[in-house]
């Protein structure tokens, strides 16, 4: 291969590089200031004291029908449909009954039922001791700021949105290894690449061990 056909290569790769870093940079942009905002507030959220999240929570007293569940499952299909609430329960517990000691003496504790609704915007919580005739229901309701930190985190999403992210994450690794691929054949320093990639993760590893 001759002295030209090599520059000619070099400078195909170095343009298909600049092409893919690009375009993953597009996609990713706007994800990405979201992500990188609200991964700020929650970096800084206890060391700044950040008043930043805050929820508007509301308790109520639900009376049950005459006909009442028959299961926790039945439960969450109820309340759902009571509260007019869109998504179905993402967890439901079921605690057997059992018997507890209190004040030393062996006492019967009924099943406890417990049902969660979540979505980015708000979350329910709904807890049912077997035999009465109300469930306890917890609604809070986020602000901007608090919904923001619930999509970054996944709160209530679907699968269609974990995949959108996962691809955010994936055109990261792509940013960042052709970000290097590029340094590489653009500059001829190597030495200062190896240096900031490594002292950059030397410091995540001392820092990440410090706080152990």
């Known amino acids: 291969m001759t002295e030209q056909q090599k520059r000619k290569r070099r400078g195909d790769v170095i343009r298909w590089l600049r092409n893919t870093h690009g375009y993953m940079g597009l996609w990713g942009a706007g994800l990405g200031l979201l992500f990188g905002a609200t991964g700020i507030l929650l970096n800084h959220r206890q060391v700044m004291k950040l008043p930043y999240a805050q929820y508007e929570?509301?308790?109520?007293?639900?009376?049950?029908?005459?006909?009442?569940?028959?299961?926790?499952?039945?439960?969450?299909?109820?309340?759902?449909?009571?509260?007019?609430?869109?998504?179905?329960?993402?967890?439901?517990?079921?605690?057997?009954?059992k018997k507890v000691i209190w004040n030393g003496v062996w006492v019967d504790q009924p099943a406890l039922w417990k049902v969660d609704f979540h979505a980015p915007q708000y979350s329910v919580t709904a807890e049912y001791w077997v035999g009465n005739q109300f469930v306890s229901v917890k609604r809070q309701d986020a602000n901007t700021l608090a919904f923001l930190n619930r999509l970054h985190k996944g709160v209530g999403m679907n699968a269609a949105?974990?995949?959108?992210?996962?691809?955010?994450?994936?055109?990261?690794?792509?940013?960042?290894?052709?970000?290097?691929?590029?340094?590489?054949?653009?500059?001829?320093?190597?030495?200062?690449?190896?240096?900031?990639?490594g002292g950059s993760i030397l410091l995540a590893l001392i820092f990440s061990i410090s706080s152990l």
């Open 161 to 197: 949105w974990i995949l959108l992210v996962d691809s955010l994450a994936g055109a990261l690794i792509v940013l960042s290894l052709s970000g290097l691929l590029l340094w590489t054949k653009m500059r001829k320093s190597r030495l200062l690449m190896t240096g900031l990639t």
């Open 57 to 97: 929570k509301t308790n109520i007293e639900l009376q049950l029908p005459d006909q009442k569940p028959s299961s926790a499952k039945a439960l969450g299909a109820w309340l759902q449909a009571e509260l007019s609430i869109k998504k179905s329960p993402l967890k439901i517990e079921d605690e057997p009954a």
